[in-house]
DNA sequence: CTAACTGTAACTATATTAGTTACAGAAGAT
DNA sequence: ATCTTCTGTAACTAATATAGTTACAGTTAG
């Protein structure tokens, strides 16, 4: 979800957006983007400003920002977790099973980072476009304004919900 | 855990386990092993016997089975997940950004896989076993009973509850 | 000063997983 | 045969994590 909200303000091109009109697009509460957002300044990636005619933008430039910064940002825990419990440390396997799955969390989690690291958010934006162009130019041109235009538009609708996600 | 679980197995070295003490080491309840169980025998990794002396064995030899083997056959779920409600499909970015993650998510998944698949249960038990041999060889050579008596040791204990886990 | 924002606390709702109790059925032991 | 010791599984409760909601204080442009 995080990707998502970086992804709408690349996209919006250093415009700040709201986190009402974010929260459209995301289709969820304002707060939980706010909550979000508020994530991501702390680590520097996004920089928002109280008051009217506020909002948020981007701190630094989409290709300086890659999905392994967002995850870091946002995500507490590692990929996988360990025993709830602690083992039994009076068997021989229980208590030395946890050093060993150490280990291999932090391969696997130094595996994501990796695959990660090498996707800016530029790039998802990229990524994005091609599908986008299909629509029409004017949206690209738009930017920020277009976002208002959804929000505003969708606002008289009722709500749906669906399916599962996290970013 | 689940991994916690076959190591036992690979390390009592083909004698049948019962879930009792199986639960005893990982700390947790019988039934909770005997459902893990069942989708690990459904995966084809272990065997189980049902019945007085019953218990259950890993159905491969030990290097015959990966951990990857074995997160397929416990996770359902890949490492990350999408929006738990479907992007707005009225704005031009949460229409795309679906196609976008999911792209992102299956690199990951399988850079995961990767290091995962790389990984032997006979390895997992060869890096238990440095710590292993300090507690004494005994232990190695009892195998399940040792295990066996680790439990009863254990049944007269009150119970404790302290960190967190997951495999 | 007011209107339009963010930041944040406090609470509720929902979903997932673990733990528990209970019991039917299988198989060795007698 | 039947008793005992196991697994398999259903049905429920508990714990935890995350999302969503309401409410309001503080900030800034006009």
Not at 13 to 19: A, C, N, Q, W
Not at 32 to 52: D, N
Not at 100 to 122: G, H, P, Q, R, Y
Request: aromatic share 2%; net charge neutral; with cysteine.
């Amino acid at each position: 979800m995080a990707v998502h909200v970086l992804t709408l303000m690349a996209w919006a091109d250093d415009e700040p957006l709201k986190s009402e009109h974010v929260a459209e697009s995301v289709n969820t509460n304002p707060v939980v983007i706010r909550r979000m957002l508020c994530e991501l300044a702390e680590s520097k990636l996004v920089v928002s400003q109280t008051g009217s005619m506020g909002g948020s933008r981007l701190a630094r430039q989409p290709e300086e920002i890659t999905l392994l910064d967002i995850y870091q940002a946002v995500e507490s825990r590692g990929v996988f977790s360990l025993h709830r419990h602690p083992p039994n440390p009076d068997c021989p396997v229980g208590v030395n099973i946890g050093s060993v799955l150490n280990d291999v969390l932090d391969e696997v989690d130094s595996a994501v980072e990796t695959v990660l690291s090498k996707i800016t958010l530029k790039e998802a934006v990229g990524r994005l476009k091609p599908c986008v162009r299909t629509v029409g130019t004017t949206a690209r041109i738009a930017g920020a304004k277009t976002l208002n235009a959804v929000a505003t538009a969708k606002r008289k609708n009722g709500k749906e919900h669906t399916l599962s996600a996290r970013n």
